[in-house]
Protein backbone atom coordinates (compact mmCIF):
# COMPACT_ATOMS: atom_id res chain seq x y z
CA UNK A 1 0.00 0.00 0.00
CA UNK A 2 1.03 3.36 -0.38
CA UNK A 3 0.80 6.49 1.06
CA UNK A 4 1.13 9.97 0.06
CA UNK A 5 2.01 13.31 1.88
CA UNK A 6 2.02 16.87 -0.23
CA UNK A 7 4.21 19.21 0.94
CA UNK A 8 5.52 22.80 -0.39
CA UNK A 9 1.98 24.88 -0.81
CA UNK A 10 2.04 28.67 0.58
CA UNK A 11 0.86 32.19 -0.77
CA UNK A 12 3.08 33.95 -3.39
CA UNK A 13 2.23 36.85 -6.05
CA UNK A 14 0.61 36.08 -9.21
CA UNK A 15 3.60 35.80 -11.51
CA UNK A 16 5.19 33.49 -9.25
CA UNK A 17 6.46 29.43 -8.38
CA UNK A 18 6.12 27.25 -6.13
CA UNK A 19 7.01 23.37 -6.44
CA UNK A 20 4.77 21.20 -5.02
CA UNK A 21 6.18 17.77 -2.99
CA UNK A 22 4.35 14.33 -2.82
CA UNK A 23 6.88 11.59 -0.76
CA UNK A 24 5.08 8.02 -1.11
CA UNK A 25 5.67 5.41 1.02
CA UNK A 26 5.69 1.90 0.05
CA UNK A 27 7.75 -0.50 -1.88
CA UNK A 28 5.61 -0.60 -4.99
CA UNK A 29 5.52 3.15 -5.75
CA UNK A 30 7.45 2.99 -8.77
CA UNK A 31 4.35 0.92 -10.45
CA UNK A 32 1.86 3.52 -9.78
CA UNK A 33 0.89 6.58 -11.99
CA UNK A 34 0.37 9.81 -10.44
CA UNK A 35 -1.67 12.70 -10.39
CA UNK A 36 -2.37 16.14 -9.37
CA UNK A 37 -5.33 17.34 -8.56
CA UNK A 38 -6.71 20.79 -7.09
CA UNK A 39 -10.21 21.44 -5.02
CA UNK A 40 -11.00 25.50 -4.92
CA UNK A 41 -13.83 26.98 -2.67
CA UNK A 42 -17.09 25.62 -3.93
CA UNK A 43 -15.94 24.12 -6.94
CA UNK A 44 -15.32 20.29 -7.53
CA UNK A 45 -11.61 18.58 -7.82
CA UNK A 46 -10.30 18.92 -11.12
CA UNK A 47 -7.34 17.21 -12.67
CA UNK A 48 -4.21 18.81 -13.27
CA UNK A 49 -1.72 16.81 -14.53
CA UNK A 50 -0.72 12.82 -14.66
CA UNK A 51 2.57 10.80 -15.01
CA UNK A 52 3.29 7.36 -16.05
CA UNK A 53 4.72 5.21 -13.59
CA UNK A 54 8.39 5.16 -15.67
CA UNK A 55 7.81 8.86 -16.19
CA UNK A 56 7.37 8.72 -19.72
CA UNK A 57 4.29 9.68 -20.14
CA UNK A 58 2.35 12.97 -18.83
CA UNK A 59 -0.68 14.67 -19.37
CA UNK A 60 -1.76 17.85 -18.13
CA UNK A 61 -5.14 20.39 -18.17
CA UNK A 62 -5.55 23.36 -20.73
CA UNK A 63 -5.47 25.42 -17.92
CA UNK A 64 -2.04 24.83 -16.94
CA UNK A 65 -0.87 23.81 -19.58
CA UNK A 66 2.75 25.47 -20.48
CA UNK A 67 2.87 26.70 -17.12
CA UNK A 68 2.75 23.58 -14.64
CA UNK A 69 5.81 20.94 -14.98
CA UNK A 70 5.48 17.04 -13.44
CA UNK A 71 7.99 14.55 -12.59
CA UNK A 72 8.92 12.08 -10.48
CA UNK A 73 12.18 10.32 -9.08
CA UNK A 74 11.04 6.97 -8.17
CA UNK A 75 14.45 6.29 -6.21
CA UNK A 76 13.25 8.82 -3.65
CA UNK A 77 9.80 8.28 -3.85
CA UNK A 78 8.87 11.54 -5.12
CA UNK A 79 6.17 13.01 -7.39
CA UNK A 80 6.70 16.99 -8.20
CA UNK A 81 4.60 19.76 -9.25
CA UNK A 82 6.33 22.80 -10.55
CA UNK A 83 3.87 25.34 -10.93
CA UNK A 84 5.43 28.77 -13.20
CA UNK A 85 3.61 31.97 -13.95
CA UNK A 86 0.74 31.34 -11.43
CA UNK A 87 -2.46 33.25 -11.39
CA UNK A 88 -4.94 33.84 -8.97
CA UNK A 89 -7.17 31.22 -10.38
CA UNK A 90 -4.73 28.50 -9.72
CA UNK A 91 -5.87 29.35 -5.76
CA UNK A 92 -6.75 25.69 -4.69
CA UNK A 93 -6.04 22.61 -2.68
CA UNK A 94 -3.44 20.61 -4.52
CA UNK A 95 -3.52 16.89 -3.62
CA UNK A 96 -1.59 14.20 -5.55
CA UNK A 97 -3.33 10.37 -5.75
CA UNK A 98 -1.90 7.68 -6.99
CA UNK A 99 -3.55 4.46 -9.84
CA UNK A 100 -2.00 0.99 -10.70
CA UNK A 101 -0.08 1.62 -13.94
CA UNK A 102 -1.71 3.96 -16.20
CA UNK A 103 -2.62 7.45 -16.07
CA UNK A 104 -5.86 8.86 -16.01
CA UNK A 105 -7.36 12.28 -15.88
CA UNK A 106 -10.35 10.97 -14.38
CA UNK A 107 -10.17 11.79 -10.64
CA UNK A 108 -12.87 8.70 -9.50
CA UNK A 109 -9.81 6.42 -11.12
CA UNK A 110 -7.44 6.95 -8.62
CA UNK A 111 -7.86 5.23 -5.03
CA UNK A 112 -4.88 6.70 -2.90
CA UNK A 113 -4.67 10.62 -2.03
CA UNK A 114 -2.76 12.87 0.05
CA UNK A 115 -4.38 15.20 2.62
CA UNK A 116 -3.75 18.20 0.57
CA UNK A 117 -1.72 21.04 0.47
CA UNK A 118 -3.11 25.08 0.35
CA UNK A 119 -1.98 27.14 -2.72
CA UNK A 120 -2.89 30.75 -2.78
CA UNK A 121 -1.67 33.40 -5.62
CA UNK A 122 -2.51 36.89 -4.61
CA UNK A 123 -3.42 39.26 -7.12
Known amino acids: QVQLVESGGGLVQAGGSLRLSCAAS????????MGWFRQAPGKEREFVAT????????SYADSVKGRFTISRDNAENTVYLQMNSLKPEDTAVYYC????????????????WGQGTQVTVSS
Open 97 to 112: AARPLRTSTNRYDYGL
Open 26 to 33: GRTFSSYA
Open 51 to 58: IRWSGGST
